[in-house]
């Protein structure tokens, strides 16, 4: 492919040959797509990820790297120091695009010459969720990664952000940025939970303007059975809040608003909850919260920009 892509399609992986194979077939299969790469970085795997991402060159203007220190953000700051695009697009290796979305994506990128940061639907097969999962909005986001704020275009609210596996974010958001994924959090160290957030809230404040949800790029994530048990969801809570903590703000879900104190929305969401188990999850979730917030406090912790560089 001659020239700089217009896209680049960056995803961490580690040990997912099988799913990782079923998003690379789909980006292959895009349709009124533009011009696009697509940035693999292999964090260690031992299994056959290696010969799955071989086997794509050919049919997709394809960079396989490989990081071998442990954690998701250090493959992904690999990936960003490589890229190419002007839109930059992440994905994890466990979804299936929708035929036209990188169509989509760039549609609205196009179209929104003033928004910075993009986010697509993220569909579940619900018939692996729980009910006391599946009935709760925040849940389903948290556990699973499901978000879906309908069939209309719209910008995000104060403190909303899209989800990983279906994130764009413009090339200059991090125009001189060295490593702006965390690399202290999130899967592969001890706190698995809050690397999206850290890293969104770094280039767009809560208060920001410039993110939209753009219903017609969507995905389809593979979530597993045991993403749902109840030892594990409460232990995804609490590091979630305890990051949100630590950053400062909480999570909001569509309609909260930044008016109102953080009692206030703690206790709005609590009044929300259907069942047991999601009242403690939710309970448990702002423990963290309020013990990350008060660590940062003490620590005198703060999230300030880091050193530019410019790209070459």
Same mark, same amino acid.
């Given at each position: 492919?001659?020239?700089?892509?217009?896209?680049?399609?960056?995803?961490?992986?580690?040990?997912?040959?099988?799913?990782?194979?079923?998003?690379?077939?789909?980006?292959?299969?895009?349709?009124?797509?533009?011009?696009?790469?697509? %940035?693999?970085?292999?964090?260690?795997?031992?299994?056959?990820?290696?010969?799955?991402?071989?086997?794509?060159?050919?049919?997709?203007? &394809? &960079?396989?790297?490989?990081?071998?220190? =442990?954690?998701?953000?250090?493959?992904?700051?690999?990936?960003?120091?490589?890229?190419?695009?002007?839109?930059?697009?992440? #994905?994890?290796?466990?979804?299936?695009?929708?035929?036209?979305?990188? /169509?989509?994506?760039?549609?609205?990128?196009?179209?929104?010459?003033?928004?910075?940061?993009?986010?697509? $639907?993220?569909?579940?097969?619900?018939?692996?969720? =729980?009910?006391? %999962?599946?009935?709760?909005?925040?849940?389903?986001?948290?556990?699973?990664?499901?978000?879906?704020?309908?069939?209309?275009?719209?910008?995000?609210?104060?403190?909303?952000?899209?989800?990983?596996?279906?994130?764009?974010? $413009?090339?200059?958001?991090? #125009?001189?940025?060295?490593?702006?994924?965390?690399?202290?959090?999130? =899967?592969?160290?001890? $706190?698995?939970?809050?690397?999206?957030?850290?890293? &969104?809230?770094?280039?767009?404040?809560?208060?920001?303007?410039?993110?939209?949800?753009?219903?017609?790029?969507? %995905?389809?994530?593979?979530? *597993?059975?045991? #993403?749902?048990?109840?030892?594990?969801?409460?232990?995804?809570?609490?590091?979630?809040?305890?990051?949100?903590? /630590?950053?400062?703000?909480?999570?909001?879900? =569509?309609?909260?608003?930044?008016?109102?104190?953080?009692?206030?929305?703690?206790?709005?969401?609590?009044?929300?909850?259907?069942?047991?188990?999601? &009242? #403690?999850?939710?309970?448990?979730?702002?423990?963290?919260?309020?013990?990350?917030?008060?660590?940062?406090?003490?620590?005198? *912790?703060? /999230?300030?920009?880091?050193?530019?560089?410019?790209?070459?």
């Amino acid at each position: 492919m001659n020239g700089k892509p217009s896209i680049s399609v960056i995803a961490a992986t580690c040990n997912r040959a099988e799913s990782l194979t079923v998003l690379l077939e789909a980006l292959a299969a895009q349709t009124g797509a533009p011009s696009f790469e697509v %940035v693999i970085v292999d964090n260690g795997s031992r299994d056959s990820t290696s010969e799955a991402i071989e086997s794509f060159h050919g049919r997709l203007n &394809l &960079l396989h790297l490989r990081e071998e220190a =442990p954690g998701k953000g250090r493959a992904l700051n690999k990936a960003l120091e490589a890229v190419h695009g002007e839109l930059i697009l992440f #994905t994890d290796d466990d979804v299936r695009p929708n035929p036209d979305w990188l /169509q989509q994506i760039h549609r609205a990128c196009v179209t929104h010459p003033e928004i910075r940061v993009f986010g697509g $639907r993220i569909l579940i097969d619900e018939s692996h969720a =729980p009910l006391w %999962v599946s009935r709760s909005y925040n849940l389903m986001g948290l556990l699973a990664a499901r978000h879906d704020r309908g069939d209309d275009d719209a910008p995000y609210g104060y403190g909303e952000y899209p989800f990983g596996p279906n994130l764009a974010i $413009r090339f200059e958001c991090l #125009t001189g940025v060295h490593r702006p994924y965390p690399e202290d959090i999130g =899967p592969g160290t001890t $706190r698995p939970v809050g690397d999206e957030s850290a890293f &969104l809230r770094r280039i767009s404040p809560p208060e920001a303007m410039d993110r939209m949800y753009i219903s017609s790029a969507a %995905v389809m994530h593979d979530v *597993k059975s045991g #993403t749902f048990r109840f030892g594990k969801a409460l232990s995804r809570c609490w590091w979630a809040g305890y990051a949100h903590g /630590q950053s400062g703000v909480p999570h909001a879900s =569509p309609g909260d608003g930044a008016v109102g104190s953080d009692a206030g929305r703690i206790a709005r969401r609590l009044r929300s909850c259907r069942s047991m188990r999601e &009242l #403690t999850c939710i309970t448990v979730r702002y423990l963290g919260f309020l013990l990350g917030r008060l660590n940062a406090s003490a620590l005198g *912790k703060g /999230q300030g920009p880091r050193q530019v560089r410019s790209r070459t």
